[in-house]
C-alpha cells in the first residue's frame, strides 16, 4: 500500500511483465486507421479512381514527413546506438545511393494511379485535416522526450497487414492502376518488421513503471488519431 496526496491509502499497481505490456500496445490494433471506413471501402475494391488518387495524394503528405519526424528523433537521442540503427528510417524514405527510398516509390505510386508528378510533390491535393494531423504529429516528435517519439511509431507494428491486404487487393480491384506503383508496399513489408523491431524493444526497455507504461499506451493511442483523422478528412473530401 501507499499512501495519496490526501492521507488515504491507495493500493500501488504493479507495472505489466514485458509479455502483457506488449500484449496491451499490440491490442491497440483496433484502433488502426485499416478499420475506418474509407480504407474497407478501398480493401474492398469500393473507391473510384479519384478517390484512390485522393487517397495517395494525401498519404504522401504522412510519407514525406516522415524523415523529418525521424530526424526530430534524432536530433532528442543522446544514444549513439540508437541514432545509427534509427538512421536506417530516412535512408529507407530518403533513398540513398543506388536506392530510390519509400519517397520516390510513393511518387511512383501516384504516377501509375495518373496523378501528376509535379502536383503531387507540391502537395497541391493535400486537405488542411491531412495537413494539421501530420504537422502535429511532426511537432510531437519534435517537443516530446526521444522515447516518447520512439514509442508512437509503432503503430508500424500493424503496417505489414496493411501492405498484404493492398497487395492483394489492389491488382484485383483497380487493375487501372500500373503494377510499378505498388513496389512501395512490397518494400514495406521487411523495413516494417525491422523498424517494430527497434521500437518495440526501446519501448518495452523504457517505459518500466505502470505509470510509464499507461503513457505509452497514450502515446499509441495519440499516433492512431492521427491516421484516422487523415481518412476523416479524406473520406469527407472525397465520398460526398
Known amino acids: 500500500m501507499m499512501e495519496s496526496s490526501d492521507g488515504s491509502q491507495t493500493a500501488s499497481r504493479a507495472a505489466w511483465s514485458p509479455e502483457e505490456f506488449e500484449r496491451q500496445l499490440r491490442a491497440k490494433e483496433t484502433g488502426y486507421h485499416t478499420h475506418h471506413p474509407f480504407h474497407v471501402m478501398m480493401n474492398e475494391g469500393r473507391?473510384?479512381?479519384?478517390?484512390?488518387?485522393?487517397?495517395?495524394?494525401?498519404?504522401?503528405?504522412?510519407q514525406a514527413s516522415i524523415p523529418m519526424k525521424d530526424g526530430a528523433i534524432l536530433s532528442n537521442c543522446p544514444d549513439r546506438e540508437v541514432r545509427r540503427a534509427w538512421l536506417r528510417r530516412i535512408l529507407d524514405q530518403d533513398g540513398s545511393a543506388g536506392e530510390e527510398g519509400g519517397i520516390e516509390a510513393w511518387i511512383r505510386l501516384g504516377e501509375a494511379c495518373g496523378?501528376?508528378?509535379?502536383?503531387?510533390?507540391?502537395?497541391?491535393?493535400?486537405?488542411?485535416?491531412?495537413?494539421?494531423?501530420?504537422?502535429?504529429?511532426?511537432?510531437f516528435a519534435r517537443t516530446r522526450p526521444w522515447r516518447e517519439a520512439v514509442c508512437s511509431s509503432l503503430t508500424e507494428m500493424f503496417a505489414p497487414q496493411a501492405h498484404r491486404d493492398r497487395l492483394a487487393n489492389w491488382p484485383r480491384h483497380y487493375s487501372w492502376v500500373k503494377p510499378e506503383g505498388l513496389q512501395y508496399f512490397q518494400m514495406r513489408l521487411s523495413q516494417a518488421r525491422r523498424d517494430v523491431?527497434?521500437?518495440?524493444?526501446?519501448?518495452?526497455?523504457?517505459?518500466?513503471?505502470?505509470?510509464?507504461?499507461?503513457r505509452a499506451i497514450e502515446i499509441l493511442q495519440f499516433k492512431l488519431d492521427v491516421l484516422w483523422s487523415l481518412l476523416d478528412a479524406v473520406q469527407l473530401e472525397y465520398c460526398k
Not at 523491431?197 to 499507461?214: K, M, N, V
Open 197 to 214: 523491431d527497434d521500437g518495440l524493444r526501446i519501448t518495452l526497455a523504457s517505459f518500466i513503471t505502470r505509470e510509464l507504461q499507461e
Open 47 to 62: 473507391l473510384n479512381p479519384d478517390q484512390i488518387r485522393g487517397w495517395v495524394a494525401n498519404r504522401f503528405y504522412y
Open 115 to 139: 496523378i501528376d508528378r509535379a502536383e503531387l510533390v507540391a502537395f497541391k491535393h493535400v486537405l488542411p485535416g491531412v495537413r494539421f494531423a501530420v504537422d502535429a504529429y511532426v511537432n
